[in-house]
Every structure is written in structure tokens, then in C-alpha cells.
């Protein structure tokens, strides 16, 4: 009998621990879209403080200006074909006459 006690006080106290979940927490729409970007913002910022110990200094600034540009895409600020425009810089096939002034 002393046996059967010790294993009912086992299963007793293993059912608290079983029941234990975590509350799960409904957020609301505006709620739910401050807590995204404020994740967002963490993540980029450990990326960039993470991706920054490897560069030499002279690349920082083109790899956060590419970021940059990036994250500008994502957010909707710019399009695509705009950031392709500041990275590449493609001549312009049509370039207009040069004014008298600038001979």
C-alpha cells in the first residue's frame, strides 16, 4: 500500500505541471501591427549590428545604404525600379542638348 500512495502522489503532482500552458494573447489589429514593426525594428537592428562586426569600414556605408534601399522597398516608399535607378545609375539613352550657358 505504501507503494500505491507514493505512485498517486506522483500522478497528482504531475498533472499541474501537465495543465501548465501558456495564455496566448489575442491582439487586436492595431495592436498586433505595432508589435510586428517593433519586432521588425529589433531584427534589423541585431542584423546590422550582427552583419556590421564582419565589414571593413570602408563597406559599412554601402552595405547600410543598400539595406537601406531595401527596407524603403519593403515599407512601400519607393519601388523597385527607383532603387535600381540609385545603385546602377543607367546613363540616360536620350540625354537632352547641353544649353549654350554650360559650353
Same mark, same amino acid.
Given at each position: 500500500?505504501?507503494?500505491?500512495? +507514493?505512485?498517486? #502522489?506522483?500522478? +497528482?503532482?504531475?498533472?499541474? +505541471?501537465?495543465?501548465?500552458?501558456?495564455?496566448?494573447?489575442?491582439?487586436?489589429?492595431?495592436?498586433?501591427?505595432?508589435?510586428?514593426?517593433?519586432?521588425?525594428?529589433?531584427?534589423?537592428?541585431?542584423?546590422?549590428?550582427?552583419?556590421?562586426?564582419?565589414?571593413?569600414?570602408?563597406?559599412?556605408?554601402?552595405?547600410?545604404?543598400?539595406?537601406?534601399?531595401?527596407?524603403?522597398?519593403?515599407?512601400?516608399?519607393?519601388?523597385?525600379? #527607383?532603387? #535600381?535607378?540609385?545603385?546602377?545609375?543607367?546613363?540616360?539613352?536620350?540625354?537632352?542638348?547641353?544649353?549654350?550657358n554650360a559650353?
Amino acid at each position: 500500500e505504501g507503494e500505491e500512495g +507514493e505512485d498517486e #502522489e506522483a500522478e +497528482e503532482e504531475a498533472v499541474p +505541471e501537465e495543465e501548465e500552458e501558456e495564455e496566448i494573447i489575442e491582439l487586436t489589429g492595431k495592436e498586433l501591427k505595432l508589435r510586428v514593426d517593433l519586432l521588425q525594428n529589433i531584427i534589423t537592428l541585431f542584423v546590422w549590428s550582427y552583419t556590421r562586426r564582419g565589414l571593413l569600414d570602408s563597406d559599412k556605408l554601402t552595405v547600410v545604404s543598400m539595406m537601406c534601399m531595401n527596407i524603403l522597398v519593403r515599407a512601400g516608399k519607393i519601388t523597385a525600379e #527607383e532603387k #535600381e535607378t540609385l545603385i546602377r545609375c543607367p546613363p540616360d539613352p536620350n540625354p537632352p542638348a547641353m544649353p549654350e550657358n554650360a559650353r
